[in-house]
């Protein structure tokens, strides 16, 4: 018997056994009280320009054994979100994969990005189950569900808001993938039938997907080398386990396989002790900023001046302002020696240009995000920079949360991105948006001040993407 039809096997007794604990209609009624928060996120996240990655939490394989003797599995999801994965797929498949339920509902409680569960769909029971246990994605495999199957499951994972990572591996399965009417295909560069990995399958199969279906490459994917391979053929995202199941650092395995990128500047926002200085003086980020409106975090332009007297030369100083009276900004510039003046409120170009012909510091003008339209409207502002920010009423900045970024894949200018940036984001945030700039600061406090611990994980990731 194959592997696949022994594992078919085993999935339907461990389903009818967990039907005997609960009835697929209870599972049902569980699944019609969960509100999906955010459904279809799963395929939602994949729908980016560059190359995505799927990392995988897997214990053994049947072709590999043990990969991880040592299975921290949550650390292992935490990290891989860390190093910028835009999925994590966790195996559940209890025999040969040694994987369990638990990691998959832990992991899609401690991470922020969607989770697919790995295991052999063979019953619709399992999609309820999979969507009870927080994932966002089912596998569907074509060699061994039929086409109508296939609909069926896949129904059902509309119905809940869930996506189905529909797997082939050769031109007949696509074919019965797409009759199903597949939105994401998977497909598997391992021969299932004598374990041989060859990558050039999912590149051969590349012309038989529609390029309105999301086309993932699974299984084999080792080297920047064949990650380039896939991104010359249009491949939208690398599914891949071992090798990073393999590596002790994920975040500089996911930076050596994606490539090159510009790192961007850094700027902490917020500073306003001198603890905070000693903090930033370690660590040496490009720019900091001193809030001088109202906020939790407002300072004096006197303390800004004493901080500054104690900061690091190199470390260029931000004045942050909301609709100041323009002899303030002056004023604070000189009192201060600022590098940059961001204007944080509702600052006009004439404004901007007044505060051109009174100084020679950068300008940045700060949008707060609504909608799309925002971002055209200052395309052609007279400011140095645009620093795109969350936009929350009565709020002029500092929210920690993220705005929907999908908005900013067309800027033309060089921007700074601010709002919620942390280390669980920051690495997905650099390699899909490419910001000149990145600005934190919520994220990395605690209790109201800058938390050094914090700051100094932020100020490794970057490290490990030069
Ligand atoms: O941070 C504030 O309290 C603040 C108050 C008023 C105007 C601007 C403010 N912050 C400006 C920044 O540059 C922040 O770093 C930016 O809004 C991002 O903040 P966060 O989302 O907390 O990382």
């Known amino acids: 018997m194959m592997i696949l039809d022994k594992l078919a096997d085993s999935t ?54 043990i990969i991880a003797e040592d299975f921290p599995y949550l650390q292992i ?16 498949e209890p025999e040969c994969f040694l994987g369990s339920d638990v990691y998959l509902q832990e992991i899609a409680q401690a991470v922020d990005i969607p989770v697919l569960r790995k295991d052999f769909t063979v019953d619709e029971y399992q999609i309820y189950e999979a969507y009870l246990l927080g994932a966002s994605a089912v596998l569907l495999i074509c060699a061994l569900l039929s086409v109508e199957q296939l609909l069926r499951f896949r129904t059902i994972a509309d119905e809940l808001g869930i996506s189905c990572l529909v797997e082939a591996h050769d031109k007949d399965e696509i074919e019965k993938a797409l009759a199903a009417k597949a939105r994401i ?4 560069n391992r021969d299932l039938r004598d374990f041989t990995v060859n990558i050039n399958n999912s590149i051969r199969m590349r012309e038989y997907v529609p390029d309105d279906i999301i086309f993932v490459s699974e299984s084999g994917i080792k080297t920047a080398q064949d990650i380039e391979a896939l991104r010359q053929h249009n491949v939208q995202a690398a599914l891949i386990g071992e090798t990073f199941m393999r590596s002790t650092d ?53 303390l800004a001046r004493q901080l500054k007297d104690k900061l690091k030369p190199q470390i260029k100083t931000v004045g942050v302002f909301v609709d100041e009276a323009l002899e303030n900004v002056i004023t604070a510039i000189k009192t201060i020696q600022l590098d940059v003046v961001q204007l944080h409120g509702n600052e006009t170009e004439e404004y901007i240009e007044e505060l051109r012909q009174n100084t020679a510091v950068d300008i940045w003008k700060a949008v707060r995000v609504k909608n799309i339209r925002e971002i055209e409207k200052w395309q052609n502002s007279g400011a140095d920079k645009l620093l795109f920010d969350t936009y929350r009423p009565a ?18 200018r060089p921007f700074v991105l601010a709002g919620g940036l942390s280390s669980k984001n920051i690495v997905k945030a650099v390699r899909r948006l490419s910001p000149w700039a990145v600005d934190i600061n919520s994220t990395v406090e605690t209790d109201g001040n800058k938390d050094s611990e914090k700051i100094n994980e932020i100020m490794a990731i970057m490290e490990r993407l030069r």
């Open 77 to 92: 999801a935490k990290d891989y979100e860390k190093a910028g994965a835009t999925a994590i797929s966790v195996l559940t």
């Open 395 to 412: 709020v002029a900045g500092g929210t920690g949360e993220v705005f929907d970024w999908s908005v900013l894949e067309n800027c033309q």
């Open 250 to 302: 994920k975040v500089t395995a996911l930076a050596e396989l994606f490539g090159k990128i510009q790192v961007p500047k850094i700027k902490f926002c917020g500073i306003k002790s001198q603890a905070d200085v000693a903090i930033i003086n370690k660590v040496e980020p490009d720019y900091i900023g001193f809030i001088l409106a109202p906020s939790k975090r407002q300072i004096t332009v006197e």
């Open 12 to 65: 339907r007794k461990r389903v009818e056994a967990c039907k005997k604990k609960i009835s697929l209609e209870q599972l049902k009624r569980q699944a019609a009280e969960k509100e999906n928060k955010q459904a279809f996120l799963f395929e939602k996240m994949l729908k980016t320009k560059d190359i995505s990655f799927i990392c995988e939490v897997k214990k053994a394989s049947p072709s590999k054994g």
């Open 185 to 188: 295909i998977g497909v598997n």
